[in-house]
């Protein structure tokens, strides 16, 4: 991509927030995702910093939902007081 002295554009340089805004809210991401969003996503001009924040939110909520549940009770004894 060039710009209008002909220059060529780094990917870094092109500020793609306004023209995807409409989009961004159809988007979800999951921890699978979270590999590709840090690379290719993260300051980069490609969502504003609230879109980036809700982005990160979903990513890390998805690998909480999938984790196991582990029970905290596991290393507590039980008391017999009689």
């Not at 982005?55 to 690998?63: D, E, K, W, Y």
Request: proline share 4%.
């Amino acid at each position: 991509m060039e710009d209008g002295e002909g220059k060529a554009l780094q990917s870094s340089e092109i500020n793609l927030i306004k023209p995807l805004q409409p989009f961004v809210k159809f988007l979800t991401w999951e921890k699978a995702d979270a590999e590709y969003y840090m690379k290719n996503v993260r300051n980069r001009k490609v969502l504003s910093d609230e879109e980036e924040n809700a982005a990160m939110f979903q990513i890390l909520q998805s690998f909480v939902d999938s984790q196991p549940r582990v029970s905290r009770v596991e290393n507590v004894h039980r008391l017999d007081l009689h």
